[in-house]
């Protein structure tokens, strides 16, 4: 059984006492594919030593994180550009809006998805997008972007069933990932609608650990209880539901 964590920032200061302990221990048990999504600049050292320790499960992307989106997003945006041009990645992300935290740089933040957007398809990568509090912003970006070269992942879907439905025809899949376990969720009250098809798995760790280790550092490891949960929803055995979503992310991906 392969499964795939398609968003998790292993890289993150979290990890620094037992990063590799943590790896090994997802690989241990089945999780070998692991896609790091890039916040800023700052990080893009680490995800390359990442990548040069453990070659066969690390697959990196390149992109500016909306919460990053700051007075030098400019610059940001072109090492952006600079490393996409130097080197392969799987995807442009984590791109897209939040306003959760700050709505001060909303129209910087809107003009940096559109900007990234065009640089997924000059290279013919997926994006893969960050959104909190912001589904109409994002939807009004996709509308003025849609067209067949545009697709990727709506990373950490939290949204209505109505919502899910309207990203999936953008051409997005839906990255599912510890907050299917929360009670106050939603998800899992209509997530059985969706083919599966449409969907990936996802940590987003550090962040958003599934019960029962909600509120507490995430790990991959912990995806073994997202696939358990979608297990019960759909009615299917867990290795065909890591087989189809390891499926969805080559497609994605390409690899």
């Not at 003025?144 to 025809?169: N, V």
Request: glycine residues 6%.
């Amino acid at each position: 059984m392969i499964i795939t964590d398609t968003h998790t920032h292993l890289y993150s200061e979290a990890f620094e006492e037992d990063r590799d302990e943590v790896i090994q221990n997802a690989i241990n048990n089945g999780i070998t594919r692991f896609f790091i999504p890039s916040i800023d600049a700052a990080y893009t050292q680490s995800m390359l030593e990442l990548e040069k320790q453990y070659p066969k499960n690390m697959f990196l992307m390149m992109g500016l994180h909306p919460t990053h989106v700051k007075e030098d997003y400019k610059d940001e945006l072109k090492h952006v550009e600079l490393m996409l041009s130097k080197r392969h990645f799987y995807a442009v992300g984590e791109i897209g809006i939040d306003l959760y935290w700050d709505k001060t740089f909303l129209n910087e933040q809107r003009e940096a998805f559109k900007f990234q957007i065009g640089l997924a398809k000059k290279y013919g990568l997926p994006i893969v997008i960050h959104c909190r509090d912001s589904f109409d912003e994002i939807f009004e970006v996709l509308e003025e972007e849609k067209s067949e070269d545009l697709f990727g992942i709506f990373h950490c879907f939290t949204g209505t069933e109505e919502q899910a439905k309207k990203a999936l025809a953008y051409n997005m899949k839906l990255g599912i990932g510890g907050v299917l376990t929360f009670k106050n969720g939603k998800i899992d009250t209509f997530l059985k609608k969706i083919d599966l098809n449409h969907i990936v798995l996802e940590t987003d760790s550090p962040y958003l650990a599934p019960v029962p280790y909600r509120g507490k550092r995430n790990e991959s490891v912990y995806l073994l209880l997202v696939l358990k949960k979608l297990s019960e929803i759909y009615g299917l055995d867990e290795k065909l539901i890591a087989d189809i979503t390891t499926q969805n992310s080559k497609e994605v991906f390409g690899i």
